[in-house]
């Protein structure tokens, strides 16, 4: 019996046999500001999840534990059932998005050391900001906890650095989500791919991102389909 879980912006959440495993099914949708608009884009998540696929196994390869066990179609893997941290952890290499429009500046100025936000994963209230002591304080993740998922977005950072400017593009910035295994252990969930981060083509600064949707710039599908091209040709080179 398999039982739908969770149905979220891109990807659906499926129980299995195995109450340890869950199934992740990568959809052919995108949604922008939040949730607000969602539209339906043929082949977004077979490029998707072959994206994340490839950077997860990288990660491991690299020594960063995820929950990723097995992929047993196009756009369906197995993961490790964790208990969700309701955290995201974003790392900011360039001024963009956001940080741009909440600081009145222009985009693409580098940040050195790179900029550390968490936000509250809270669809009503907006996915607010928020600090240490406030997650500490509500419950969400100890001090030590949060430092050591921070700890994991920088090492991770760097390694992810290196293979997208081998792939010709620049790691703008990016979202990472994090579960805790019955045992304590913290592990990278969720997923790694242009939905979550902001990529840059090295020469022409060209977005190769969600944000080709977001700003209406070009085809969603075929960006995310040359991203992986991409990708796959920088881990061949090795
Ligand atoms: O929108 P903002 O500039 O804050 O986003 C920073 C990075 O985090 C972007 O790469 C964006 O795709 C990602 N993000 C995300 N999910 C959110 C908010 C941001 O993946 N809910």
């Known amino acids: 019996m398999s039982e739908l879980l969770y149905a979220g912006k891109a990807k659906e959440m499926w129980?299995?046999?195995?109450?340890?495993?869950?199934?992740?099914?990568?959809?052919?949708?995108?949604?922008?500001?939040?949730?607000?608009?969602?539209?339906?884009?043929a082949g977004k998540g077979h490029a998707a999840h072959a994206i994340s696929n490839l950077v997860f196994h990288y990660l491991k390869d690299h020594g960063i534990t995820t929950h990723l066990l097995e992929t047993i179609s196009p756009t369906e893997d197995l993961v490790k059932k964790c208990e969700m941290v309701p955290l995201e952890f974003v790392t900011r290499n360039v001024v963009a998005g956001h940080f741009a429009s909440r600081y009145g500046l222009d985009e693409g100025a580098d940040l050195k050391p790179a900029v550390e936000e968490t936000f509250y994963k809270s669809d009503p209230l907006d996915d607010p900001f928020i600090n240490a002591s406030s997650a500490n304080a509500l419950g969400i993740a100890t001090f030590?906890?949060?430092?050591?998922?921070?700890?994991?977005?920088?090492e991770i950072n760097e390694l992810l650095k290196a293979l997208f400017e081998k792939a010709g593009m620049k790691l703008v910035d990016f979202k990472l989500e994090f579960g805790k295994l019955p045992?304590?252990?913290?592990?990278?969930?969720?997923?790694?791919s242009p939905d979550n981060c902001r990529l840059w083509d090295l020469k022409t600064n060209a977005h190769m991102d969600k944000d080709v949707f977001r700003r209406q710039l070009a085809d969603l599908t075929e960006t995310y389909d040359r991203v992986l091209a991409r990708i796959q040709t920088a881990l061949e080179e090795k």
């Open 15 to 41: 129980s299995t046999d195995d109450p340890e495993v869950l199934r992740v099914v990568y959809l052919d949708q995108a949604t922008a500001f939040n949730g607000k608009e969602k539209e339906h884009f």
């Open 144 to 154: 030590a906890e949060q430092e050591q998922m921070w700890a994991m977005c920088r």
């Open 183 to 192: 045992d304590g252990t913290i592990i990278l969930a969720d997923e790694f």
